[in-house]
């Protein structure tokens, strides 16, 4: 079975300082990777995914993510932050056939 | 395209009583799924139903019953909620039950069980 660790609970940041958001993950086989950002009060929605290839993927509002094999991480980066990426981000695993493992989230606060 | 629907947005139960919570969604996905999320808990499989006319356990299902109705709805029941299904109830779809696909999901229903 796979299992998913976002290493911090909470990231506090200020607007305009660039941010990391730890994901580590566990798997006896080949995983797919995901980032979904949850805004308050909304459902999850896709920032980006890994499926094969190269190991930097670009999503959407800037966000970046490099998976490393050998480590066994996803971590998520951005460069400059905004008050508007004040949220809690999921980091995800699927298998190539089954169900997602979505770990315990990540509240990112953004201060001005 | 309105993606994922559920309803109701929110719902407040006393302890023994019932409800049918409905999803559904307008993009052709074969597959669906009912989370539920508890704080610093992240997102926990309740049901999912792989393709229209199956459905199978997730990690959390006791305590809950699913119908897949169509292949546009999926819906969860609480036979006799209880205070410990107090929770955020997630609806998601995806384009198939094969890795790699994203899951879109619904707004979510809050239930507050007393």
């Known amino acids: 079975a796979q299992s998913v660790t976002q290493l911090d609970s909470q990231v506090p940041v200020f607007e305009e300082a660039p941010v990391e958001l730890r994901c580590n993950y566990s798997s006896s086989v080949s995983v797919y990777l995901f980032w979904y950002v949850q805004y308050p009060n909304q459902g999850l929605q896709l920032l980006l995914k890994y499926l094969s290839g190269s190991t930097l993927v670009k999503g959407i509002n800037g966000f970046e993510a490099e998976f490393n094999k050998s480590q066994t991480s996803f971590h998520l980066r951005k460069p400059s932050v905004h008050i508007s990426d004040t949220a809690e981000y999921f980091c995800?695993?699927?298998?190539?056939?089954?169900?997602?493992?979505f770990g315990d989230g990540t509240t990112l606060t953004v201060k001005p | 395209n309105a993606g994922v629907t559920q309803t109701p947005k929110f719902q407040v139960l006393k302890t023994g009583q019932s409800m049918t919570l409905q999803c559904a969604q307008d993009m052709n996905h074969n597959s669906m799924y009912w989370y539920r999320q508890d704080p610093g808990m992240g997102l926990r499989l309740i049901y999912y139903s792989a393709s229209e006319g199956t459905t199978d356990k997730g990690e959390v299902p006791n305590g809950y019953n699913v119908s897949r109705l169509n292949k546009r709805e999926f819906s969860l029941r609480l036979e006799s909620a209880a205070p410990s299904q107090t929770s955020v109830y997630f609806c998601?779809?995806?384009?198939?039950?094969?890795?790699?696909?994203?899951?879109?999901f619904g707004p979510g229903t809050r239930l507050t069980v007393t």
């Open positions: 998601a779809s995806s384009e198939t039950w094969q890795g790699g696909y994203e899951q879109y």
């Open positions: 995800a695993v699927t298998l190539n056939a089954g169900k997602s493992t």
